[in-house]
């Protein structure tokens, strides 16, 4: 067990709906990352926040946001969804924001557009 | 760009046996290179990291990874494999360029030990 939790688990959804994945850090770790886990991309980077701030982005979609709140619990918001963003979804904490740090993961969401 | 390469997508190997999962990477400066551990329905598990130092870093679960700067490879390793490792291993650098934190991944190895 990492320490990080993810929820929900499982999600199955339609075509154009809009769901929130949730993500809990270690306790005491001021960066959160997203990623997501997809067949034909394989592992990518979506976004970065550090102590509620913005940290960096990757591959996410204008259709994807996410925020980290002041209790550094960070939420993934997906809308629009086509079948393509069918995908686990990973966050991942470390303490601060340097290269060396370990980033520890989540069990994942799994997402199922239909 | 940075980048990792997993040239194979699985190793087959025989319990007992010693087990080598390639690794090879691309990036500018000093690396920061990982090996991580993913069983079915499960999330990333961190094994080991090089940072600097000894080209030979040690893990959990008795893995090993050695770091060779000249080949630019990460080679992860264990000298005897068990059924239990079976599972899917990715490789990944730590991205420094614009002081951003993000884990690049290989495509990952599907390591598959029988008895």
């Known amino acids: 067990d990492s320490g990080v939790t993810q929820t929900p688990k499982h999600l199955i959804t339609a075509t154009g709906q809009r769901v929130t994945l949730r993500c809990s850090p270690r306790s005491g770790d001021l960066s959160v990352y997203w990623y997501q886990q997809s067949l034909d991309q394989g592992l990518q980077f979506l976004i970065q926040y550090y102590n509620g701030e913005e940290r960096a982005k990757g591959n996410i979609l204008e259709r994807f946001s996410a925020q980290q709140f002041p209790d550094l619990h960070s939420e993934l918001n997906l809308s629009s969804l086509e079948l393509g963003d069918s995908a686990l979804y990973f966050c991942a904490s470390s303490p601060r924001d340097y290269p060396i740090e370990t980033q520890y993961f989540g069990p994942g969401t799994r997402l199922l557009v239909l | 760009a940075q980048s990792v390469a997993q040239p194979e997508d699985q190793v087959n190997v025989a319990e007992g046996n010693p087990l080598t999962v390639k690794c090879t990477y691309s990036?500018?400066?000093?690396?920061?290179l990982f090996w991580y551990v993913q069983y079915p329905n499960r999330g990333l598990q961190f094994l080991l990291k090089?940072?600097?130092?000894?080209?030979l870093v040690k893990g959990s679960y008795g893995f090993e990874a050695e770091f060779n700067k000249s080949q630019t490879s990460f080679h992860l390793k264990k000298p005897s494999a068990l059924v239990s490792d079976s599972a899917l291993y990715f490789c990944?650098?730590?991205?420094?360029?614009?002081?951003?934190?993000?884990?690049?991944f290989g495509q990952g190895t599907t390591l598959q030990v029988k008895p």
């Open positions: 990944a650098v730590r991205s420094i360029s614009g002081n951003t934190g993000k884990l690049i």
């Open positions: 090089y940072i600097t130092g000894d080209n």
């Open positions: 990036v500018s400066g000093n690396p920061y």
